[in-house]
């Protein structure tokens, strides 16, 4: 069974860092293209960042400037270091990843349970 489980998040001031992780489990063969999506309280999902598994990487516009996103494709992981975060980054932050289980020829798209960031003073 393949699962991704995310990581990382919690309460924290404006000007403060998180580093987000996502972790995929289960009989992989590999992982593919890996991304952050966030939704905030009354909001529609938005990408954060997505990453090949070749590194290339591409930032939504609000996180722009201030988030590295990056991955470890031997642990078929995933990170988002957040830094100078704002109020409006509240969400909840969603994993997503196209994996090919070790029964499939093909990449099926696979959530993550979420994890919630407040930003708050």
């Known amino acids: 069974q393949v699962q991704l489980v995310e990581s990382g998040g919690g309460l924290v001031q404006p000007g403060e860092s998180l580093r987000l992780t996502c972790v995929a489990s289960g009989d992989i063969i590999k992982v593919g293209l890996m991304a952050w999506f966030r939704q905030p309280p009354g909001k529609q999902r938005e990408l954060v960042a997505n990453?090949?598994?070749?590194?290339?990487?591409a930032y939504g516009l609000p996180v722009k400037g201030r988030t590295t996103i990056s991955r470890d494709n031997a642990k078929n992981s995933m990170s988002l270091q957040m830094n100078s975060l704002k109020p409006e980054d509240t969400a909840i932050y969603y994993c997503?990843?196209?994996?090919?289980?070790?029964?499939?020829?093909?990449?099926?798209?696979?959530w993550g349970q979420g994890t919630q960031v407040t930003v708050t003073s």
């Open positions: 997503n990843a196209g994996v090919m289980p070790y029964y499939s020829i093909r990449e099926d798209d696979y």
């Open positions: 990453i090949t598994p070749g590194g290339k990487v």
